[in-house]
Nanobody, 124 residues
Framework: QVQLVESGGGLVQAGGSLRLSCAAS????????MGWFRQAPGKEREFVAA????????DYTDSVKGRFTISRDNAKNTVHLQMNSLKPEDTAVYYC?????????????????WGQGTQVTVSS
């Protein structure tokens, strides 16, 4: 089992940057595929980015490609989401998630553990 705690959210103007971090408990962090999801008010939770256990494979939803970068440090049990060129439509609560498997996945159901979320607000 793993516990996840996100940080780094906040209020930023359009075009700005934020770096989200997710700290994981436990000694088996490298066993998990890690993902970032987001949920805006009145909308379903949606996939943003994922990274494989070793960090060698990453996947992004089309709307953030070229602007967001996911990375992980297995020695420090952390995963990050660097968000650049932020847009108002990126406003949402961002969740870190951990799942089992050999490859990245975009499906909410494939992730067993979730953080509490961190708010990102982008003003126009």
């Amino acid at each position: 089992q793993v516990q996840l705690v996100e940080s780094g959210g906040g209020l930023v103007q359009a075009g700005g940057s934020l770096r989200l971090s997710c700290a994981a408990s436990g000694r088996t962090f490298s066993r998990y595929v890690m993902g970032w999801f987001r949920q805006a008010p009145g909308k379903e939770r949606e996939f943003v980015a994922a990274i494989s256990r070793s960090g060698g494979i990453t996947d992004y939803t089309d709307s953030v490609k070229g602007r967001f970068t996911i990375s992980r440090d297995n020695a420090k049990n952390t995963v990050h989401l660097q968000m650049n060129s932020l847009k108002p439509e990126d406003t949402a609560v961002y969740y870190c998630a951990a799942g089992y498997g050999d490859y990245t996945t975009r499906h909410v159901a494939d992730y067993a553990y979730w953080g509490q979320g961190t708010q990102v607000t982008v003003s126009s």
